[in-house]
């Protein structure tokens, strides 16, 4: 016979700040609909459908069968930071050394830990609203004041620089970025990112630029990173990975790239929580770096096909009207016309159409009125979630 639990939970108050990412919460539940038999097309999750390209596979499987199975150093291993170390200085034209690069499971930490190691109590973060949510769940577990910019679809989803320079206070100690954007697929501009470092020039603040979606681009378009400006490196944190180029997210591998004397209290962070990333995954990255890149090109013309093909779909949809994602393999569509909140609108798609998407609130106040959908599935199943969000509005609408 069990005992019973006879003292009550007591967390600590910083629980409370703590969020959550929606992707997976949705995930569970369409999955716990799967198995009463229903049928439902995965719209929900952010995460290739590509296998992990062949030639990175067996590198990682060579590693583990050459005993790549142990404690590596907390920052890296040195092979693969010096790869990483390359690859930006090459793709962002700027010199970077090896000991200036941190190797973390996942792209999260480095999100993490730049708080962490930055902001104090009362500090004032600014971050994209809609935006990947870790930002502003991270921000408010610290104590930090999360100040959301808010990403407007006239504009295409890219932040307003002169609203950017407003927001700045005394109390003002990072600013992240993110482009290509997760939820909205919006793209910053370079000269919206030179503007960005003219406000910023005479103050001490650091920015966080993720640029997880850095080889996803559409269009002909090419990334340029706020890194690569004049007097910028030694206040940019730069956070990519190994998860969305390569489709590699259950290998966990992500990495930062930032001055040497901020790398080296990164690298504290990751003894003190993960110890280290994996041997093996880490040899694998080699692979994916330095080896043959046509993968990663094929994947990002078929996310383009995919896209051309759902936005379509999606603007001859009642109640629906989509603009064009620059980049990321995502579509923010605008449901404001059904009439429906962004939430109960997500949450009867799943359950009575069978398509599981997330409401544009899973990323902030300013989603309200849109749903995320991702087009990292077939295009097959992508034109079957179109049918059925098609016939759902024809009955409720």
């Known amino acids: 016979m069990e005992k019973a639990i006879q003292f009550e939970l007591q967390l600590a108050n910083r629980m409370s700040r703590l969020g959550t990412e929606t992707a997976f ?18 719209l929900e999750i952010g995460e290739p459908d590509f296998d992990t390209p062949a030639n990175v596979v067996e590198a990682g499987v060579d590693a583990l069968r050459k005993g790549w199975t142990h404690y ?16 930006v200085s090459r793709t962002r034209g700027v010199k970077v050394k090896s000991d200036e690069v941190v190797v973390v499971p996942g792209g999260k930490p480095i999100i993490f830990f730049t708080i962490l190691a930055l902001i104090d109590e009362g500090d004032e973060v600014i971050y994209p609203n809609p935006g990947f949510p870790i930002y502003e769940s991270m921000i408010n577990y610290v104590g930090g004041r999360a100040v959301p910019i808010q990403l407007r679809e006239e ?19 990072l600013i992240i970025l993110n482009s290509p954007q997760n939820p909205t697929g919006g793209i910053l501009e370079r000269r919206d990112i030179e503007k960005i470092a003219d406000i910023i020039a005479d103050r001490n603040i650091m920015v966080m630029s993720d640029e997880i979606y850095s080889r996803l681009i559409f269009d002909g378009g090419e990334h340029f990173s706020i890194m690569s400006l004049p007097g910028m490196q030694e206040r940019t944190i730069l956070l990519d990975g190994f998860s969305k ?8 591998m992500g990495y930062g790239v930032m001055r040497a004397d901020l790398a080296t209290h990164m690298t504290r962070l990751m003894t003190n929580s993960n110890s280290c990333t994996a041997s093996f995954t880490q040899v694998a990255g080699i692979e994916a770096i330095r080896g043959d890149q046509s993968s990663v090109d094929r994947m990002r013309d078929e996310f383009q ?9 999606l603007n001859k949809i009642k109640g629906f009207s989509c603009r ?17 909140k962004s939430k109960p609108l997500a949450d009867a798609l799943l359950d009575q159409a069978g398509v599981a998407a997330l409401s544009g609130t899973a990323f902030g106040e300013f989603g309200e009125g849109y749903l995320r959908f991702s087009v990292a599935n077939s295009l097959e199943n992508l034109q079957q979630a179109l049918t059925r969000i098609h016939e759902w509005t024809q009955r409720n609408l």
């Open 25 to 42: 919460e949705v995930l569970n539940k369409a999955r716990a609909l799967e198995r009463q038999g229903k049928s439902i097309i995965h």
């Open 72 to 87: 590596g150093p907390s920052a890296g291993l040195p092979d693969l930071r010096q790869t990483i170390a390359d690859y």
């Open 155 to 173: 504009r295409d989803f890219s932040l307003d620089v002169n609203e950017l320079a407003s927001l700045i206070t005394d109390r003002t100690r």
């Open 245 to 252: 180029t390569y489709a590699m997210t259950g290998w966990r």
């Open 305 to 313: 096909r995919r896209r051309d093909a759902f936005v379509a779909g």
């Open 324 to 340: 064009m994602p620059k980049g990321a393999f995502y579509v923010f569509p605008n449901i404001t016309k059904t009439g429906w």
